[in-house]
């Protein structure tokens, strides 16, 4: 607003202003769209669901401006052959060069977000129960209501002819005959070569977080016990979660909060780690 060059929670000017820290700033202007910053970067819950920016089901990064669904607003974006089953992070269509932007045997080079694979199958606690699912992310899905209403989205199911038209029965926490519910989303299986698993430590896709991080005082064999929190962490880039020290991003990775964290100015901030965009 000040023409300074600083947007948002960059700007000094702007300290201490609401819930400052919680915006990213980056600055989208797709389809010739007056500069204005991103709705999956601004600190509001633009669609009304209850979740802001990167707790946002459909938010793929900062640089994406359509908080609503999984639409990006970049022009181009999910329309080639496969539709919504390409990599959704790269900003573009076609399965061309899903595997060159969203599979990346550099850490560093890899534009996947933590917890998913290069066509969108990620794990996200879809019924609220703590425990993570694997979905497309695609569609209508969205995280399953309480059952009993008007649909079948949220209630029990083992199979998926119980579930509406449109719907899918997923197992919770993808264990096959299992405790099924009906959902919106469709169950997958990610790509073992090209699947950027959510590990304890990270921060994982859509606000899921791992239940399995072990307990204060039982930390697995190698991990560093911090009952002190954070400064009992000395190994670089490792932050103390359920009392354990683990690592934030991969090695050679920066962590961050914001794009502006990113020491390379073409890099931005994807589940609290750098990534290189374009």
Avoid: K, W
Avoid at 164 to 183: E, H, K, P
């Amino acid at each position: 607003d000040d023409a300074d060059g600083d947007v948002d929670c960059n700007d000094a000017d702007c300290t201490g202003i609401g819930a400052c820290s919680a915006v990213d700033g980056s600055t989208c202007a797709y389809n010739g769209a007056t500069p204005h910053v991103c709705q999956c970067a601004d600190g509001m819950d633009n669609d009304g669901d209850g979740t802001i920016d990167s707790e946002d089901i459909h938010c793929f990064g900062p640089l994406d401006d359509n908080e609503a669904e999984y639409a990006t607003g970049i022009p181009g974006d999910n329309n080639g052959a496969n539709g919504s089953f390409e990599c959704p992070f790269d900003g573009n269509s076609g399965p061309g060069n899903d595997r060159d932007a969203c599979c990346n045997s550099d850490p560093t080079m890899n534009a996947t977000p933590n917890g998913c694979d290069f066509i969108g199958c990620c794990e996200l606690d879809i019924n609220g129960n703590s425990t993570g699912e694997h979905v497309h992310l695609a569609g209508a899905c969205d995280y399953a209501p309480a059952c009993g209403g008007g649909s079948t989205d949220g209630c029990p199911c083992s199979d998926t002819s119980m579930c509406d038209t449109g719907q899918f029965c997923v197992f919770d926490d993808d264990i096959a005959g299992g405790t099924g519910f009906c959902s919106t989303c469709e169950p997958c299986v990610p790509d073992a070569m090209c699947d950027n698993p959510c590990s304890c430590g990270e921060m994982c896709f859509g606000g899921f977080t791992q239940p399995d991080c072990g307990t204060v005082g039982m930390c697995p064999t190698g991990v560093t016990e911090c009952p002190g929190g954070d400064p009992d962490c000395t190994t670089a880039g490792e932050s103390c979660v359920m009392g354990c020290c683990y690592a934030t991003c991969p090695t050679g990775v920066s962590a961050c909060t914001v794009s502006a964290d990113c020491p390379d100015p073409i890099q931005v901030c994807v589940t609290g780690c750098c990534v290189y965009i374009g």
